[in-house]
């Protein structure tokens, strides 16, 4: 196989059998140029880059370091669980890995009211998510909080979930899209609907409309809350308004403090 880009030490574009794939091992691009050929015995993954796009774009967004480290937690995950992820859920995870790092970086610390609870209920999944922080730690050198072991654990369940009732499954595609589309008006911007961080918002609205159906809610700490509505006002405002339309349309209101939530992915797609 011969290199056609190198997108970082870790991953390549690469010509196989007439298509572009991405490659990825350990090293597999390091002091490697275009048209090099690489030793197949170090491919661990190999993925069509147009059955592939979102791990394109991950690749090329998030740093080195963070998927490294989340390639390692999913190869722990797949391991501890007896399963293999698909490649549309290692994406997501690694996209969630990678954003909870750069929250921590940033000195944003999101609480799980749900911690306890995780800990019982899923215990194999939060065992996971401990480990997932220390080695998170070890790498980055941040203090990443067992809140977030949580969230990998209710991640790592939540992609078990299978099915669903197709009448509701269609309601909440259509709440998600009504919001969407009010954040659209209100920011006056075209999203480009195969972009990260728009996945990261609808994964995100479809969460939060789940827990407001079950009447439970993310809390958010008063101060950090405070800190977000003041920093990111324009997404602040924008996330209140596409909550009154979900609530004017459909009749289901959002805690305030999930909007906190909501802000951060705002903000995120306002910055790309």
């Known amino acids: 196989m011969k290199i056609r880009k190198i997108l970082n030490n870790n991953a390549v574009i690469v010509a196989d059998e007439g298509e572009e794939k991405i490659a ?3 090293g597999l691009g390091f002091e490697k ?9 170090k491919i661990e993954k190999l993925f069509v880059l147009k059955e592939n796009e979102k791990m394109h774009q991950l690749l090329l967004r998030i740093p080195e370091t963070h998927f490294s480290v989340a390639k390692d937690i999913m190869e722990y995950a797949e391991n501890h ?8 859920i290692r994406v997501q995870l690694a996209d969630h890995i990678s954003f909870a790092i750069e929250r921590e970086q940033n000195g944003i610390q999101l609480k799980n009211a749900l911690l306890h609870e995780i800990k019982v209920l899923y215990k194999q999944e939060f065992d996971i998510g401990l480990w997932a922080i220390r080695h998170i730690n070890e790498t980055c050198g941040i203090h990443m909080p067992r809140d ?3 969230f990998i654990a209710l991640y790592l369940h939540t992609m078990k979930v299978k099915g669903g009732d197709i009448h509701e499954t269609v309601r909440q595609t259509s709440m998600v899209r ?3 589309q009010v954040i659209k008006n209100v920011l006056n911007i075209t999203i480009d609907e195969a972009d990260i961080a728009y996945e990261r918002l609808v994964t995100h609205l479809q969460f939060a409309l789940m827990r407001a159906k079950q009447f439970d809610s993310h809390v958010m700490d008063q101060e950090m809350f405070a800190m977000i509505k003041k920093k990111y006002h324009v997404s602040y405002q924008c996330a209140q308004q596409a909550a009154q339309k979900l609530s004017a349309s459909h009749g289901i209101e959002l805690p305030e403090q999930e909007l906190g939530y909501i802000t951060l992915h705002i903000e995120r797609l306002r910055s790309f």
């Not at 669980?81 to 549309?88: E, K, M, R, W």
């Open 148 to 150: 977030e072991a949580a």
């Open 81 to 88: 669980l007896n399963t293999q992820l698909n490649d549309h």
């Open 24 to 26: 990825v091992g350990s």
């Open 178 to 180: 009504d919001m969407v």
């Open 33 to 41: 140029r275009k048209n090099d050929v690489i030793n197949a015995n």
